[in-house]
Structure formats: structure tokens, C-alpha cells
């Protein structure tokens, strides 16, 4: 297995560009999860899906968007980029709720 | 808010054994205690998870006190590539709330291994 898998590894945007970062597992998890990291800071949640087509907001989803079409994949977009927005995005996947979460290599998005 | 409390940073000489505590005071009955580290640039990493008995696997050992409110993520041998971030986190084993869905990570404790 590959486990979670998330590309572009690193990306420059300028001020309003959009983009989406890929995320994809091979675990058939139901649960699929992204977050975001800034410089020493701890993870916090974005957006989740418990399923295809469920999704929910988390923490922090302001700027963002997601869809969950399959089991598989969890895209997140970026619309309208913002400098707030630079900062390492870990999507994540796990069997349930309760279960343990297993995350990808992130991607390191940086807004100039 | 984490709902732990870790050292900011440890020393480890390669090969001794690595002890890490965290104190979880406030945690509830259906709590879990999950380690996870990072290595730098990396995306987080599970190590264990325990609910009030010890546990052990091939990485670590989770030693849990008996009223549950502190426990330790031990390290056999801890090796040059065990230099990460460590983190203790408490979560609920299940409930449909966001409070059980997220991994609240805190700033956790920087463990340097040196030769």
C-alpha cells in the first residue's frame, strides 16, 4: 500500500491564484481529513469527510473548499489565494472516527 | 486547546532509552492517549495508543499511570533518527462530534538524539 499520497510536494502561488491540492489513499478509509501547519505551530483542521459526497467544516475553513466524489481522493481548493494561506497541508485517513489517523508527506504551499 | 502538557525539549544519548512524559490531568474515561512524532518536513507519524494499560509495539512502549492523568512514551534505543517532535494527545474512541474528529496537536516536545 502507499498509504496517503498528496501532491504537488511544494507550490509558489501569487496573491489570488486558485489551485487544488491532491490528496488520495489506498486504505479504504472512510474518514479522510486536511489540515495545516504553520512555522512551529501545532496541526489544525480544515475540512473532514466521513464518506463519498459527506463532508464538514473543521477549524479553520475559511478560503478553502473540498470535495469527496470517492472513497479514494479528497481534493482541497484554494480559490483566491491570500499570504495567509502560505503553510504545509497534511491530508490524512482513518478506517473511523475513533481510529487512528495516518497522514501524507504534505505540501508546502507558499503565497507571495 | 491541548489538553496536555509536555516538556519543550529533551536531550537523548544514541542508544539509551528515551523517556518522554506527558500529563493529561483533566482527561475523561473514553479518552485515549496517542503519540504521534514528526521528523522535520515530514507529515506526522503514529507511533502508539493506550487507554489504561501499558501497551507495546515495535517502536515504543506506552506507560500509563493508574489514574491515567500522566503517562510516558518510552524509546528502547533511541537511534539519530528518532530526533523529532513528539506528541501526546488525548481524544474520545468515538461520538459524531468535531471535538472527537480532529487530532489536537500541541507544541509537543523537540527530542534531539546526539552520538
Known amino acids: 500500500n502507499a498509504g496517503v499520497t498528496q501532491t504537488p510536494k511544494f507550490r509558489i502561488l501569487k496573491i489570488g491564484q486558485s489551485m487544488t491540492l491532491q490528496c488520495a489513499q489506498d486504505m479504504n478509509h472512510n474518514y479522510m481529513y486536511w489540515y495545516r501547519q504553520d512555522p512551529g505551530m501545532g496541526l489544525k483542521l480544515i475540512y473532514y469527510s466521513v464518506g463519498a459526497g459527506i463532508t464538514d467544516k473543521g477549524e479553520v475553513p475559511n478560503g478553502y473548499n473540498v470535495s469527496r466524489s470517492t472513497t479514494e481522493d479528497f481534493p482541497l481548493r484554494l480559490e483566491l489565494a491570500a499570504p495567509s494561506q502560505t503553510s504545509v497541508y497534511f491530508c490524512?485517513?482513518?478506517?473511523?472516527?475513533?481510529?487512528?489517523?495516518?497522514f501524507g508527506p504534505g505540501t508546502r504551499l507558499l503565497v507571495l | 486547546d491541548a489538553k496536555t502538557t509536555q516538556p519543550t525539549s529533551m536531550d537523548c544519548a544514541e542508544g539509551r532509552a528515551a523517556n518522554l512524559p506527558c500529563n493529561h490531568s483533566?482527561?475523561?474515561?473514553?479518552?485515549?492517549v496517542y503519540w504521534y512524532r514528526q521528523i522535520h518536513s515530514q507529515g506526522p507519524q503514529y507511533i502508539i495508543h493506550?487507554?489504561?494499560n501499558n501497551e507495546t509495539n515495535e517502536m515504543a512502549s506506552l506507560i500509563i499511570t493508574e489514574d491515567r492523568k500522566s503517562s510516558t512514551l518510552i524509546l528502547p534505543h533511541a537511534t539519530l533518527r528518532d530526533t523529532a517532535v513528539y506528541y501526546c494527545?488525548?481524544?474520545?474512541?468515538?461520538?459524531?462530534?468535531?471535538?472527537?474528529?480532529?487530532?489536537?496537536f500541541g507544541k509537543g516536545t523537540t527530542l534531539s538524539v546526539s552520538s
Open positions: 493506550g487507554l489504561k
Open positions: 490524512a485517513s482513518s478506517y473511523s472516527q475513533g481510529e487512528t489517523q495516518y
Open positions: 494527545i488525548v481524544r474520545p474512541s468515538q461520538g459524531i462530534s468535531q471535538a472527537g474528529t480532529a487530532l489536537i
Open positions: 483533566t482527561i475523561s474515561g473514553n479518552e485515549y
